[in-house]
């Protein structure tokens, strides 16, 4: 998933820089989730970005045709400076309106896909069944966890939060901790490494939607500001647009989130690990 390309949109001296995306694709992103009861599902999280779509669509429109309202009052020779500023406040006080019901949609769906994601998105995938050898690997990376000395242990711990180890971390988290020698707690701060590891392409194309939500936000935001910047003495309603640019607690929830996750990166192999030195 890849943000798109900028464009401009111009009435008159005033432009609205925005960008076109493959919506299409967006809003068919789906992803593996775990319901409450345990079972998994999959999950079309881009039809919430439908709602988005239809905010910059209409940030679009709204901007060329009240753009254009005010042209038509400052163009008109019968009004003069007192009449132009006036009609033309009363064009800026129609954005709020025309605006604010796709933004509260938009806010309802981004809180969904926070939590949503919070909630469902496991953190490790188990083995199936049949997969002797996944169950055995996982033994075995248990069993060198649970041989190493405590300071050893500590520090793989700590290099794990960091997004190291993917495949001992998902080992580890796929049985009870103490078969690797670690207590519950320590277990459950390797839930969000567990993720990291497991769901990847996931959280990559999350941050991809989350930055799509924040420039269309900003879209609309930037409509309001260009627009007021066509009247005068309209400080005051550009201050308000600014304000949409802060988000949502959907937003803010998902970007909390995300921020928690461990960079994968990479990490010398634990002592005794396949891969270490001698």
Not at 2 to 27: C, F, M, P, T, W
Not at 135 to 157: C, K, P
């Amino acid at each position: 998933m890849n943000i798109g390309k900028r464009s401009v949109l111009k009435v008159g001296l005033a432009n609205l820089h925005y960008s076109e995306y493959d919506h299409a694709r967006i809003e068919a992103r789906t992803f593996g989730i775990q319901r409450p009861d345990g079972t998994k599902c999959t999950w079309q999280a881009g039809g919430l970005f439908k709602s988005v779509r239809h905010l910059q669509g209409l940030a679009l429109e709204t901007f060329k045709d009240i753009g254009e309202e005010i042209l038509s009052v400052r163009n008109n020779k019968d009004l003069n400076a007192s009449a132009v500023e006036r009609l033309g406040k009363e064009q800026i006080d129609g954005i709020a309106p025309a605006l604010m019901p796709a933004m509260e949609k938009v806010a309802k769906d981004m809180l969904a896909l926070a939590q949503t994601v919070a909630e469902g998105f496991a953190p490790v995938t188990p083995r199936a069944s049949s997969d002797v050898v996944g169950f055995l690997a996982d033994q075995e990376l248990r069993a060198i966890v649970r041989g190493l000395s405590q300071e050893e242990r500590r520090t793989l711990v700590t290099e794990a939060r960091a997004g190291g180890h993917p495949d001992i971390v998902e080992a580890v988290l796929r049985a009870n901790p103490m078969l690797s020698g670690l207590s519950p707690d320590v277990a459950e701060s390797l839930s969000r490494a567990g993720i990291a590891a497991s769901r990847a392409e996931d959280i990559e194309d999350l941050k991809q939607m989350l930055a799509v939500y924040d420039d269309v936000l900003a879209t609309a935001s930037n409509a309001g500001v260009a627009l007021s910047g066509m009247v005068a003495n309209s400080n005051g309603y550009t201050g308000r647009f600014e304000k949409w640019r802060s988000g949502c607690e959907g937003s803010e929830a998902l970007r909390e989130w995300l921020a928690k996750m461990p960079t994968r990166q990479s990490v010398k192999p634990a002592p005794d690990q396949p891969g270490a030195e001698a």
